[in-house]
């Protein structure tokens, strides 16, 4: 027994890409949970299963950890975009986008679109990132109001409408219909866009 417990237990230590991945999804849920107030870098570490000592070895402050969470859940729905546009289906391309990433990343992305723009520190960097997103919007859809001011106002509230179908579908839809949601929040969304054309 004395001769077993010398021996080192063996942990598998993860490649630094992985390790930053499981960091980045454990520190989406605790700021998620609580806001980036009142979460500290201890609660990200227990969310995380890692010592404090590891988190900073990625991430020099807590600041830096939440940006760089909504980075990564931000070029994320960049890459799937692309991907998407690469397949060649337009159609249902932004709902599918978004809820793909959502399922995939539900604390990150609720954490990106509902949370971060009400945090003092992140508040302009959430504002930045939601004017990108519109203009992807603007360029895809095009509502054409004819004002350019109103077709900013249209792109904005197109953007604004799918995002808050998604997060209230990862909130209370059905897995299983997610299908049925990207029919239904494409039908919605050109539905509006008709509505100002």
Excluded: N
């Amino acid at each position: 027994m004395y001769i077993l417990s010398r021996i080192p237990v063996q942990t598998k230590l993860l490649p630094r890409a992985e390790r930053r991945a499981s960091i980045l999804s454990g520190a989406a849920e605790a700021f998620a949970r609580s806001g980036f107030a009142h979460t500290s870098m201890e609660d990200v570490a227990a969310a995380c299963g890692v010592t404090r000592l590891i988190l900073y070895r990625h991430f020099e402050t807590k600041e830096d950890l939440y940006r760089a969470v909504l980075e990564e859940v931000f070029e994320r729905l960049g890459r799937e975009l692309e991907t998407g546009l690469a397949a060649g289906s337009m159609h249902g391309l932004g709902a599918r986008t978004l809820l793909h990433v959502a399922r995939a990343e539900p604390a990150a992305f609720t954490l990106l679109w509902r949370h971060a723009a009400r945090e003092p520190q992140f508040a302009d960097y959430a504002s930045e990132l939601r004017s990108i997103a519109v203009d992807v919007v603007h360029r895809f859809v095009q509502p054409e109001t004819g004002d350019p001011r109103l077709d900013r106002w249209a792109s904005e509230a197109l953007f604004g409408w799918l995002v808050e179908s998604t997060l209230t579908w990862l909130d209370h839809g059905d897995s299983t219909l997610d299908a049925q949601f990207v029919e239904r929040a494409t039908d919605g969304l050109l539905a509006l866009r008709g509505a100002w054309a």
